[in-house]
């Protein structure tokens, strides 16, 4: 069976190498892998499609052992894809590749989901289009099987029920830091970004904006937190690519969703939050007039943003008051100075009165009334 599909794999490798056209020239693929060999298998006949087309094809594997390495090498024998090695770490993987990335547009192909080249292409005329940071799509949910699922709700199914008759949405600023905010509202903590591999991004941003790397699993729900303010989003509202819905991992058994959002999201969520509030203005968008209406699943986010604001207000008030107590301390130094001075002043004025009635004394009475003292 094995030998069947590679096999099948060469076949379709020199069908491949006969289209010379590079039409994804301008397109850098970053492939993290990390002992997935079955989901690479799957992903192989669709991408074969069009990765030889592509400027280059950066393969990021961490110390695979069950033969992913191997597979890629065999199934993709194109001159533009190179094959590194390094430590385990997700976004570690994701950011190494985006920085070795030479081509103006990065497309990020996760292990298991994959993108038809029709779909690339209209990604990639969308980003041509409308000069953005980052084009998001929805994919194609796929179960453990690798069939059709109707999957979970993600944030930009809410703009596809609200926008129907709209191919591309453009968002930025206040409106996308909104969006952003209100995706990211627990119990749910999506990410605006959606899949990754149903998205094109600017390589220059993701250069100069890597994926956290400490925040586990949630890295691009951080990233898209955090990045949302400078960000210039079209969201394309046609399913591009498929998405394998994986089982829930291990990783975060132990935690709930609000001790997995306090610990990685909470801060970030509330500075963008502080950023949102200063920008709105009375006519603001739907977006933010939807977020802040949208109290029943984000009250307790509200609830800690408002203790943690009044806690730093409290701080800086007690701040400006040591340093009030202090200049107080100071003035009343000084008043306890001037206050002895003035008391060694009376003493003297005292000393000296008693010392004229002395010598008053010893004037004769006859000559103090011709005095007249």
Not at 193 to 203: D, E, F, K, Q, V
């Amino acid at each position: 069976m094995e030998k069947a599909f590679l096999e099948k794999t060469a076949f379709q490798v020199t069908l491949c190498q006969r289209n010379s056209e590079f039409m994804f020239e301008h397109i850098s693929v970053i492939m993290p892998t990390r002992n997935c060999r079955p989901l690479i298998a799957h992903s192989v006949p669709v991408l074969q499609e069009w990765l030889p087309k592509a400027g280059e094809v950066i393969v990021v594997d961490s110390d695979s052992t069950d033969g992913t390495r191997e597979l890629i090498a065999s199934a993709f024998p194109f001159p533009n894809v190179k094959i590194y090695n390094r430590p385990p770490g997700l976004y570690a993987a994701w950011n190494f590749g985006i920085q070795t990335a030479t081509r103006p547009v990065t497309y990020i192909s996760t292990a298991g989901d994959a993108i038809s080249e029709r779909d690339l292409t209209a990604l990639d005329s969308v980003f041509r289009s409308h000069q953005v940071d980052v084009v998001v799509s929805p994919p194609q949910f796929l179960d453990n099987d690798f069939r059709p699922n109707s999957g979970r709700l993600w944030p930009i199914h809410r703009l596809l029920e609200k926008k129907a008759d709209q191919d591309v949405i453009l968002l930025s600023g206040p409106d996308l830091v909104a969006f952003a905010l209100k995706a990211a509202h627990p119990p749910c903590i999506n990410n605006w970004l959606c899949s990754s591999a149903s998205n094109l991004y600017r390589t220059e941003y993701l250069k100069g904006h890597p994926f956290p790397e400490d925040a586990g699993h949630g890295a691009d729900t951080l990233f898209g937190i955090k990045n949302a303010r400078d960000m210039k989003a079209a969201f394309y509202l046609h399913l591009c690519g498929t998405f394998v819905m994986h089982p829930t991992g291990s990783h975060a058994h132990h935690l709930s969703r609000d001790e997995i959002f306090d610990i990685y999201f909470l801060r970030g969520y509330q500075e963008e939050l502080r950023w949102l509030v200063e920008q709105t203005v009375p006519d603001c968008s739907v977006y933010i007039k939807e977020l802040f209406w949208n109290i029943e699943p984000g009250l307790e986010i509200h609830k800690r943003a408002a203790s943690s604001d009044a806690l730093a207000l409290a701080e800086d008030q007690n701040s400006i008051l040591r340093f009030k107590n202090h200049d107080l301390q100071g003035k009343v130094s000084q008043l306890k100075e001037r206050n002895a001075s003035l008391k060694e002043q009376l003493a003297n004025a005292k000393q000296k009165g008693k010392q004229a009635d002395l010598v008053l004394k010893k004037v004769p009475k006859w000559l103090r009334r011709w005095l007249c003292i």
